[in-house]
T-cell receptor, first 112, second 111 residues
Framework: RKEVEQDPGPFNVPEGATVAFNCTYS??????FFWYRQDCRKEPKLLMS???SGNEDGRFTAQLNRASQYISLLIRDSKLSDSATYLC?????????????FGGGTRLMVKP | GAGVSQSPSNKVTEKGKDVELRCDPI?????LYWYRQRLGQGLEFLIY????????KSGLPSDRFSAERTGESVSTLTIQRTQQEDSAVYLC?????????FGPGTRLLVL
């Protein structure tokens, strides 16, 4: 089993739709969780950290479910500009630093 | 402010040659990471530097790969005797606390 797994998609949704992605992780001791956005042929950009209580940033909501070991990203009112690959990242709790293990990414395509 | 920068942006080399990739982290960021991303795949951790501590090299795929960092500044990733399977985007990231910020990457193509 991979340390961090994501459905590769693609998720094809119309503008205005609500879409949600999940990301599962295998190390129950992991403590830090993140969502990154990666546009084609670009570097990943930090979208949001995921806190235990869940957090919201505009149209984006991230949640953590420790019992089931997954994090989620919800995008409301999808825009064409949301089309990208969304990568989840989990810290490698076996070290003292903050090395991240990334999922393979979920591709989102928002259509007019 | 200035973000993470990497050079060269693209590198084409012949199998068997050595290559050196450079990363300039964000000023003040004590941690620096190298990742590799093959086409259509996720990021693969390579090596991690934190301040003056010994680097964590646990992700390096073979002894052909090495990296150095001078203090809390520039880092270089060296790949010796390149192979075609080394073709990928090599991404550098830096952080002060938890959040990692990525550079634009170096696209390496080994012919």
């Amino acid at each position: 089993r991979k340390e961090v797994e994501q459905d590769p998609g693609p998720f094809n949704v119309p503008e205005g739709a609500t879409v949600a992605f999940n990301c599962t992780y295998s190390n129950s001791a992991s403590q830090s969780f993140f969502w990154y956005r990666q546009d084609c042929r670009k570097e990943p950009k930090l979208l949001m950290s995921v806190y235990s209580s869940g957090n919201e940033d505009g149209r984006f909501t991230a949640q953590l479910n420790r019992a089931s070991q997954y994090i989620s990203l919800l995008i409301r009112d999808s825009k064409l500009s949301d089309s990208a690959t969304y990568l989840c990242a989990v810290n490698r709790a076996s070290n003292a630093g903050n090395m991240l293990t990334f999922g393979g990414g979920t591709r989102l395509m928002v259509k007019p | 402010g200035a973000g993470v920068s990497q050079s060269p942006s693209n590198k084409v080399t012949e199998k068997g040659k050595d290559v050196e990739l450079r990363c300039d982290p964000i000023s003040g960021h004590t941690a620096l990471y190298w990742y590799r991303q093959r086409l259509g795949q996720g990021l693969e951790f390579l090596i991690y530097f934190q301040g003056n501590s010994a680097p964590d090299k646990s992700g390096l795929p073979s002894d052909r790969f090495s990296a150095e960092r001078t203090g809390e500044s520039v880092s270089t990733l060296t790949i010796q005797r390149t192979q075609q399977e080394d073709s990928a985007v090599y991404l550098c990231a830096s952080s002060f606390r938890r959040d990692q910020y990525f550079g634009p990457g170096t696209r390496l193509l080994v012919l």
